[in-house]
């Protein structure tokens, strides 16, 4: 699976941002749909998940009523709905896909595919 991450930008706080994961390659309703991002100097952290069909999501605290992930898989495609970022949230956002059963799709280990990542700046 190719995964292509898009939707990056300057944000002020308080904003929105929505992240596009397009995915090609494989049958893309056979993969979790995982989102992550590495802010500067720090490791990557787990943002979100949703799994095959769209019927359930999990997120991090820290983004937990804030962000809303969703997928179309007619159009291969995840997404990220960012709303009342934070300075705190600039970081590179990265997609991801996984097939792994029995995992909860926490860890980066859960995943075979990584997108580039796209970077996302809120400021102050």
């Known amino acids: 699976v190719q995964l292509q991450a898009s939707g990056g930008g300057l944000v002020q706080a308080g904003g929105s941002l929505r992240l596009s994961c397009a995915a090609s390659g494989r049958t893309f309703s056979d993969y979790v749909m995982g989102w992550f991002r590495q802010a500067p100097g720090k490791e990557r952290e787990f943002v979100g998940v949703?799994?095959?069909?769209?019927?359930?999501?999990d997120y991090a605290d820290s983004v937990k009523g804030r962000f809303t992930i969703s997928r179309d898989n007619a159009k291969n495609t995840a997404y990220l709905q960012m709303n009342s970022l934070k300075p705190e949230d600039t970081a590179v956002y990265y997609c991801a896909a996984g097939s792994r059963p029995g995992s909860y799709y926490r860890r980066e280990s859960d995943y075979d595919y990584w997108g580039q990542g796209t970077l996302v700046t809120v400021s102050s």
């Open positions: 949703i799994y095959w069909s769209g019927a359930t999501v």
